[in-house]
């Protein structure tokens, strides 16, 4: 304290050498100085945290050989027909992710959104979901299915009422962790526990709509 008390005088009586300055005017001075190395500072500290936050939340690129970015979903993956799941694929899947996790939910449902599908604990370098998986506890390449809101496991495809189309979001999650979760977990209980983990993420929207 003392050696600061002595650094403001002598910054002062300089000062006074080169100009007509009141001890007011050169608090007000230090004070302005002071204000522009805070607000400085402060900027530099939000623009590291923006750019750490994009850098760990990255993109990756999800499709499907039976629809396209927002186009119609077929029949045969539907409760219209075989309810059979639609093949995925899968890349630009960040170093150091552990597990991935997929859910698929209806956000256009009367009741709120439905959810179609919660699948998590598949392998980090897995890269793409055959057609048609089977709807147990396990996949065969490890990943565990949760239990969607038709009150089963695996996928269940789209069922809307009559009337307008409904759209389809299909979620991938790259994560840094295989999660503490058993088969049979919920979207809720998921997107939970994976909420600290996500390294990247990707999106495909397909819709259906009912006669």
């Not at 607000?39 to 760990?56: E, H, R």
């Not at 694929?89 to 959810?115: E, F, H, R």
């Amino acid at each position: 304290m003392k050696s600061f008390i002595r650094s403001f005088i002598n910054h002062y009586r300089l000062l006074l050498r080169f100009g007509d300055f009141s001890l007011i005017d050169y608090i007000g001075f230090m004070n302005a100085r002071l204000s522009v190395v805070v607000w400085s500072l402060l900027f530099a500290f939000v623009a590291s945290v923006s750019g750490a936050s994009l850098t760990q939340s990255g993109h990756m690129q999800l499709t499907s050989a039976a629809f396209a970015e927002g186009e119609p979903i077929p029949v045969k993956h539907t409760c219209d027909d075989k309810n059979a799941s639609p093949p995925l694929t899968w890349s630009g899947v960040p170093p150091g992710t552990k597990s991935l996790a997929l859910i698929v939910d209806d956000p256009d449902a009367p009741a709120g959104t439905w959810v179609h599908w919660v699948l998590f604990d598949l392998p980090g370098n897995a890269s793409e979901l055959p057609e048609d998986l089977p709807k147990g506890q396990r996949l065969p390449n490890g990943g565990k299915q949760g239990l969607n809101d038709f009150k089963h496991l695996g996928y269940g495809g789209p069922c809307p009422p009559p009337g307008k189309a409904h759209r389809y979001f299909f979620k991938l999650y790259a994560l840094d962790a295989l999660l503490d979760l058993k088969p049979g977990a919920t979207k809720k209980e998921l997107e939970h526990v994976m909420e600290k983990h996500v390294l990247a993420q990707g999106q495909l929207i397909g819709t259906y709509k009912r006669k």
